[in-house]
């Protein structure tokens, strides 16, 4: 059984910084970030896996945002910096068990285990 809990979501002004996390409990291979805005279709941010090498980011939030594996407390971090209006959403941590099967940040559908989201307001 997998468990994802998102924390850490909350209201910001634009150009601040933010870091939400996901505790996950169960055996999890490849951990991803979606975010889903008001009218709009869920988008993936950028995912991970296990050994926390290599992060895949959308090209979006490249070098806007960081994920990152804190290990000793089984969490999986969005750091996010430089946020503007558009990035406000609910923010969803997704995992599977194994790992996805190309090179890219993966689409909701391949992800079997979901958080229940943390939301993300950037004013202007």
């Known amino acids: 059984q997998v468990l994802l809990v998102e924390s850490g979501g909350g209201s910001v002004q634009a150009g601040g910084s933010l870091t939400v996390s996901c505790s996950a409990t169960?055996?999890?291979?490849?951990l991803g970030w979606f975010r889903q805005a008001p009218g709009k279709e869920r988008e993936g941010v950028g995912r991970i896996d296990s050994t926390g090498l290599f992060p895949l980011y959308a090209d979006s939030v490249k070098g806007q945002f960081t994920i990152a594996i804190d290990k000793a407390n089984n969490k999986v971090l969005l750091q996010m910096n430089s946020l503007k209006p558009k990035d406000t959403g609910m923010y969803y941590c997704?995992?599977?068990?194994?790992?996805?099967?190309?090179?890219?940040?993966?689409?909701?559908?391949?992800?079997?285990?979901w958080g229940q989201g943390t939301q993300v307001t950037v004013a202007s």
């Open positions: 997704a995992a599977k068990r194994r790992p996805l099967k190309r090179q890219t940040i993966g689409r909701p559908g391949e992800f079997d285990y």
């Open positions: 169960g055996y999890t291979y490849t």
